[in-house]
């Protein structure tokens, strides 16, 4: 049988559950999720391995009218990574209505190179019926190439959707290493996990408010030390996530520090500080300091 690889994204409206379905797929926890829209800010690939293909995943964030640079960055960074690929899910979840939103970025990929499927995800949430109802509305809104109903949460038809991934990818020799998951590096996936854990709990535009950034991994007998810092726009953004005693902070660095140790299977001592970076979602020179 001839060898397929090549590049695969997700795309959808912010909560649409790309990042659940991407964690599903590879397998293990590199992407960040949270039930807050707008969690995804890095491109980070996903390998799925199988005896014939390698489908390569891409993370996106999702996409919305930017309001701060914040948000045009990563609409431009959405649009490359579009541009790139050989096939898009656009992901709608069945629990909601498919609505304009859908349809406009629908009419966008359709522009592109790329295959377009339909992934409705979420089917765990909604009865059989109204799932039948809703891929009905999919098939109306966009000629799908293909259209997958997934549950990434129950695991439901994840193999369906990767065979029809597989069946839109290029011949191609293997791309990665065998075993090899992501290429992301190591410092921006446990940053990452160091947000995920600040964003647990936190309410209203503070989410958006919160940057990490790792400074230092300092090897030591039998541990990692790694030191990072979290930013907020103001002080007051500081006082919430840092709680009353540091109680907050402590939880946080708990919480960050067993999932960085699972992925990199080593001890972790996590150095957490929180500074201020004054509105670092308007500008541009912060925002080249934290990674956009
Ligand atoms: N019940 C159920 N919930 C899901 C499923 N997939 C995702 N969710 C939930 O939906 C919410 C959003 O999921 P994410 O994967 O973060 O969504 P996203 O599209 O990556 O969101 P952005 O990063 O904002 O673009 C989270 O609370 C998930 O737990 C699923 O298959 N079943």
């Known amino acids: 049988m001839e060898f397929r690889a090549g590049f695969a994204c997700f795309v959808g409206r912010p909560n649409a559950g790309k990042s659940t379905l991407l964690n599903a797929l590879v397998g293990?926890?590199?992407?960040?999720?949270?039930?807050?829209?707008?969690?995804?800010?890095?491109?980070?690939?996903?390998?799925?391995?199988?005896?014939?293909?390698?489908?390569?995943?891409?993370?996106?964030?999702?996409?919305?009218?930017?309001?701060?640079?914040?948000?045009?960055?990563?609409?431009?960074?959405?649009?490359?990574?579009?541009?790139?690929?050989?096939?898009?899910?656009?992901?709608?979840?069945?629990?909601?209505?498919?609505?304009?939103?859908?349809?406009?970025?629908?009419a966008e990929v359709a522009e592109l190179k790329a295959s377009v499927l339909a992934v409705v995800t979420k089917t765990d949430l909604v009865s059989r019926e109204k799932l039948a109802e809703r891929l009905l509305a999919v098939q109306d809104l966009h000629p799908f190439a293909?259209?997958?109903?997934?549950?990434?949460?129950?695991?439901?038809?994840?193999?369906?959707?990767?065979?029809?991934?597989?069946?839109?990818?290029?011949?191609s020799p293997q791309l990665y290493p065998d075993g090899m998951i992501t290429d992301e590096p190591e410092q921006v996936l446990i940053a990452e996990m160091v947000r995920e854990a600040a964003l647990e709990g936190v309410r209203d535009e503070l989410p958006h408010s919160i940057a990490v950034v790792v400074e230092e991994m300092l090897p030591e007998e039998g541990l990692l030390r790694i030191f990072a810092d979290v930013y907020v726009e103001r002080p007051s953004q500081k006082a919430i996530v840092i709680g009353h005693r540091g109680s907050r902070l402590k939880a946080v660095g708990t919480q960050a520090r067993a999932h960085i140790e699972e992925l990199l299977g080593r001890r972790v001592y996590l150095d957490l500080h929180v500074r201020v970076a004054k509105d670092w979602q308007r500008d541009p020179r912060q925002l080249r300091k934290l990674g956009f």
């Open 146 to 171: 293909d259209i997958v109903p997934v549950g990434a949460v129950t695991g439901d038809n994840l193999d369906r959707l990767v065979d029809v991934l597989k069946s839109h990818l290029p011949a």
């Open 28 to 106: 293990q926890k590199i992407a960040i999720t949270s039930n807050r829209p707008q969690t995804t800010r890095h491109v980070i690939r996903g390998v799925v391995h199988q005896p014939d293909a390698q489908v390569i995943l891409v993370d996106t964030p999702g996409l919305h009218r930017p309001r701060t640079l914040l948000g045009e960055r990563l609409g431009d960074l959405v649009r490359q990574t579009w541009s790139e690929v050989d096939v898009i899910g656009l992901c709608m979840p069945a629990d909601e209505e498919v609505g304009r939103g859908d349809r406009f970025i629908a």
